[in-house]
C-alpha cells in the first residue's frame, strides 16, 4: 500500500530543522500570513504548488523535499539495513547486509549534509537580515 506524503508536515519539519518559528514564516510568505494560519497551513496533508514553491524560496528548501519526503520511508530504509533474526542475539545467525538500503542511508546522509549548510547559509542570511532591521530602527 503506497503512503500519503503529508505535506504540510513536511514543511513543519523542515521549519523546525531550520529553527524559523511559524511567525518568522508568516512574515516572509507577506503580510496576508499570520501564525495561525501557518498552524493551519502545517495541518494540510496537500498544499498547492505555487504555495509550495513560494515556501520553498523562503525555505531555501526544493519543493520535492516537501511533496516526496515520507519519515516512515525513511524509517524502514534503516530498520531495513541490517536483517538480524532473533537467535542473532544467542550467536546462532549471522546478520546479513543488504546493500540497496546501505546506499539509500548515505544518499539521505548526504542529502542531509547539503541541506544543513543551506540552513547554515539561511541562518547567516537571516542573522543578517534581522541586523540591518536592528539598525534601521
Known amino acids: ?77 534503516i530498520s531495513n539495513t541490517f536483517n538480524v533474526e532473533k537467535d542473532a542475539y544467542i550467536g546462532n545467525s549471522q546478520p546479513t547486509f543488504n546493500i540497496n538500503p546501505i546506499e539509500e542511508i548515505k544518499k539521505l546522509h548526504d542529502e542531509k549534509i547539503d541541506l544543513y549548510e543551506r540552513m547554515l547559509k539561511e541562518k547567516d542570511e537571516m542573522m543578517a537580515r534581522l541586523e540591518k532591521l536592528i539598525k534601521n530602527r
Open 1 to 77: 500500500m503506497e503512503t500519503k506524503i503529508h505535506q504540510g508536515r513536511n514543511i513543519k519539519r523542515f521549519r523546525e530543522m531550520l529553527g524559523i518559528k511559524q511567525e518568522a514564516l508568516a512574515y516572509e510568505l507577506g503580510e496576508e500570513w499570520n501564525q495561525k494560519k501557518i498552524s493551519l497551513l502545517e495541518q494540510k496533508e496537500e498544499v498547492d504548488t505555487p504555495l509550495l514553491e513560494q515556501i520553498s524560496q523562503v525555505l531555501h528548501i526544493p519543493v520535492e523535499a516537501f511533496k516526496n519526503f515520507d519519515e516512515e520511508q525513511a524509517v524502514n530504509i
